[in-house]
């Protein structure tokens, strides 16, 4: 397997389980059914982390998705503090 493509995936590895273990803004990270719930955000979050957009951008695509796509009423602190969590998941796939 070349690096990249090892790296590639260890990055999403890292940020499914971080979608469902530190995000998880429905609360369904203790439902072994429910492991895939974010599945579908993980290759646009690590678009975002390797394409090193803006952590504002990064913040927004958050936000939306769960103020607008999933209707909930979300937390600006948490996601902020989920943002930077984020930003900084290269120290996770070293």
């Known amino acids: 397997m070349s690096d990249n ?4 995936k260890r990055y999403h590895v890292a940020i499914r389980e ?5 995000w998880d803004p429905i609360g ?3 439902i072994s059914e429910a492991a895939d719930e974010y599945d579908s955000y993980v290759p646009m979050v690590y678009k975002m982390l390797i ?3 803006p952590k504002h ?3 927004d695509y958050l ?4 103020t607008e796509h999933m209707g909930l009423t979300g937390d600006r602190g948490r996601t902020e503090e ?3 969590r984020l930003l900084n ?3 996770d796939v070293l």
């Open 51 to 53: 394409t090193k957009v």
């Open 5 to 8: 493509l090892d790296r590639a």
């Open 63 to 66: 936000w939306w998705l769960e």
């Open 28 to 30: 369904v990270a203790q």
């Open 82 to 84: 989920f943002t930077n």
């Open 18 to 22: 971080l979608l469902l273990n530190e």
């Open 89 to 91: 998941i290269e120290n």
């Open 57 to 59: 951008e990064l913040f």
